[in-house]
């Protein structure tokens, strides 16, 4: 049988050398290499390219959620498990959307760390029974926001964008040189399209497609 290679990311090398011996009990693991950064994670798959990296998301530099977009991004073959502090939704989602294959807790049971990384590399996914019900619902969500976003004309998702990145109306109008009036027909009709009825609405959205960047709307 081959046994599963690791990376092991985390930057305390205690925490690293505690989850190390665990995974050595595991007849299915073999060699698990060590990184205390992002910057080193990426050398060290570079030179070595384990089955699966288990990675931490707050680390110094790089940072956990960098490094897994840099990995995907030169390595698409590259399995990532996220093995993280955080059990907040958020986070398991942006890990996710980045190339993670799984996400699991560190307060979760020890033996589920070793399932995780099997299914990954096996090319299963494996995410922590307490927010997979939760992450499904929101990746679901996401899909009909971008849905409903797609069928706003070009114009109309200019004005979205400004709106939702918090440019009043006014603001709106001039930076795209039109008139109040239009800016506040054109508001009325996304609400519609987009079945909100306020701002709010409009920021909470934008937010989870990844469009609160004013600053790169076209004049």
């Known amino acids: 049988m081959t046994k599963i290679s690791v990376l092991l990311v985390d930057d305390h090398a205690v925490v690293r050398a505690g989850y190390k011996s665990y995974l050595s009990l595991s007849e299915k693991i073999g060699t698990i290499y060590e990184a205390d950064c992002g910057e080193t994670a990426c050398q060290t798959y570079a030179q070595h390219a384990a089955d699966v990296v288990v990675m931490d998301l707050s680390m110094p530099g790089m940072g956990g959620l960098e490094c897994i977009r840099r990995l995907i991004a030169r390595y698409p073959q590259c399995k990532i498990l996220v093995f993280s502090i955080h059990n907040e939704l958020i986070y398991a989602t942006r890990a996710i959307k980045s190339g993670a294959k799984g996400y699991i807790n560190k307060t979760s049971i020890p033996e589920t760390l070793i399932t995780a990384v099997c299914a990954i590399a096996q090319g299963s996914t494996y995410i922590d029974a307490g927010m ?54 054109h508001s ?25 960047q004013a600053d790169k709307i076209a004049n």
Not at 142 to 170: H, M, T, W
Not at 188 to 212: D, H, N, S, W, Y
Request: charge should be negative; aromatic fraction near 8%; hydrophobic fraction near 40%.
């Open 132 to 185: 997979a019900q939760q992450l499904a619902v929101n990746m679901i969500t996401e899909q009909d926001d971008e849905y409903k976003i797609q069928q706003l004309s070009p114009r109309e998702f200019d004005v979205f964008c400004l709106l939702a990145n918090g440019y009043s109306s006014r603001e709106a109008a001039e930076k795209l040189h039109l008139s109040y009036k239009t800016i506040c027909n």
């Open 188 to 212: 009325t009709a996304i609400k519609e399209k987009l079945a909100v009825k306020t701002i709010a609405e409009f920021t909470l959205m934008a937010t989870r497609q990844g469009l609160i």
